[in-house]
């Protein structure tokens, strides 16, 4: 299973940013999928999940300021953020889990400009 995130680039305060997360080797449909952002000093916060059957979640933080999606035909995963500040400047990652192992990208820097 490889997972690799694209998007992450440098976005004013205010802008917004669509982040990308190419999914191979996996039938992509069958499996949540989930957006984490690691912040400095601590572990990987979550961030949003969609699960196998389309249902989207949020953190708090993030609600109707993140869109989390999925294009099927592409088994790609997405995640539009919208009315960035630099609190969200992070780097952001996508999981999945598959048989209790949990799968990673290598993660893509958000950096917001204030």
């Known amino acids: 299973v490889q997972l690799v995130e694209s998007g992450g680039v440098l976005v004013q305060a205010g802008g917004s940013l669509s982040l990308s997360c190419a999914v191979s080797?996996?039938?992509?449909?069958?499996?949540?999928m989930t957006w984490f952002r690691q912040v400095p000093g601590k572990g990987p916060e979550w961030v949003s999940r969609?699960?196998?059957?389309?249902?989207?979640y949020y953190a708090d933080s993030v609600k109707g300021r993140f869109t989390i999606s999925r294009d099927i035909g592409k088994n790609t995963l997405y995640l539009q953020m919208n009315s960035l500040n630099p609190e969200f400047a992070d780097v952001y990652y996508c999981?999945?889990?598959?048989?209790?192992?949990?799968?990673w990208g290598q993660g893509t820097q958000v950096t917001v400009s204030s």
């Open positions: 999981r999945t889990m598959v048989s209790g192992s949990g799968y």
């Open positions: 080797e996996l039938t992509f449909v069958s499996y949540d």
């Open positions: 969609i699960n196998s059957g389309g249902t989207t």
